[in-house]
């Protein structure tokens, strides 16, 4: 892994705690050639900068492996999982329950239909 130059790199101390949450290399095959870890600061960099993936600095890995591990993990749902691990891992650090006991919904943003169609099976019932 290359030195830390970005406010964006993880800490070994984040880095312990996502690490177990990332998928395992494939079990067969060529070895994996890219440190996860510079992959995930590279991702970091990204979203802290704005920048293109191809305007990512050359001491990351090369644009297009970064790219394709982000769109791997979006597929198979990393980021999310990630997510709710950090989530509960923060609510257990604050005393709290892992899962929360309460959702609200905001009822504006949820679609009813679309604007300007009756719903003719709600009319019907109603009559």
């Known amino acids: 892994m290359s030195l830390p130059y970005y406010d964006s790199d993880l800490t070994d101390e984040e880095w312990q705690r996502i690490e177990p949450l990332l998928p395992p290399a494939k079990p067969v095959g060529k070895d994996r050639e890219v440190d996860l870890r510079d992959v995930l600061n ?54 709290r329950d892992a899962e929360p006991s309460l959702a609200i919904i905001d009822s504006q943003s949820v679609k009813l239909g679309q604007k300007g169609v009756r719903n003719t099976a709600l009319m019907a019932t109603k009559r």
């Not at 050359?58 to 791997?72: C, E, N």
């Open 42 to 95: 590279a991702i970091f960099y990204r979203a802290d900068n704005g920048t293109k993936w191809r305007a990512l600095p050359s001491d990351f890995p090369a644009w297009q492996t970064v790219y394709g591990y982000f769109r791997l993990w979006v597929r198979l749902g990393v980021w999310e999982q990630i997510n709710l691990a950090l989530v509960r891992q923060v609510r257990v650090s604050q005393g």
